[in-house]
C-alpha cells in the first residue's frame, strides 16, 4: 500500500509540473510534453489576459507547461479563449528557457473556443 501511495505521489507531481508519465519496469519516468505550431511571427506574451508582445516564433515544436483561459485572440476564421504556456528558445542557445503564452489557435489540432492539446493540463 505504501508503494502505491509513492508511486501517485510521483505521478501527481509529475502531472502538475506538465509532464507526460510512463510505467517504467522498476519505477514511474516522465518526459516533457511538446506542442506542435502553425505560423509564422507568431506572437508569445507574457500574459494570458491583457499580456504584452515579449516575443515572436515560428511553426515548430515547444515544450509545453499547461493551459488556461485568457482574452479572446483572432486570426481570420479563428477564434478562441484558450492559451498555452510555453517554454522558448529566446537566444537561440538550444535550450527552451524562456516562458510566454501563445493562443491556442497556432497549436496545430485545435480548433475554435477549445483547448488544442487533448487532454490538456490546466494551469
Known amino acids: 500500500m505504501r508503494l ?3 508511486a501517485l505521489a510521483v505521478v501527481a507531481g509529475a502531472v502538475l509540473a506538465g509532464q507526460a ?18 505560423g509564422t511571427d507568431v506572437n508569445v506574451r507574457n500574459s494570458p489576459t491583457g499580456g504584452s508582445v515579449i516575443w ?12 488556461t483561459t485568457g482574452d ?10 484558450y492559451w498555452s504556456k510555453i517554454n522558448f528558445d529566446r537566444d537561440g542557445n538550444g535550450y527552451y528557457e524562456s516562458v ?15 483547448p488544442a492539446r487533448d487532454p490538456y493540463i490546466l494551469c
Open 4 to 6: 502505491w501511495r509513492k
Open 21 to 38: 508519465v510512463f510505467a517504467g519496469s522498476a519505477s514511474a519516468r516522465s518526459i516533457e510534453l511538446w506542442v506542435s505550431t502553425w
Open 56 to 67: 515572436q516564433i515560428d511553426a515548430a515544436n515547444y515544450p509545453y507547461v499547461c493551459t
Open 72 to 81: 479572446r485572440a483572432t486570426y481570420g476564421s479563428y477564434t478562441n479563449i
Open 100 to 114: 510566454g503564452w501563445i493562443s491556442d489557435i497556432f497549436i496545430r489540432g485545435g480548433v475554435n473556443d477549445r
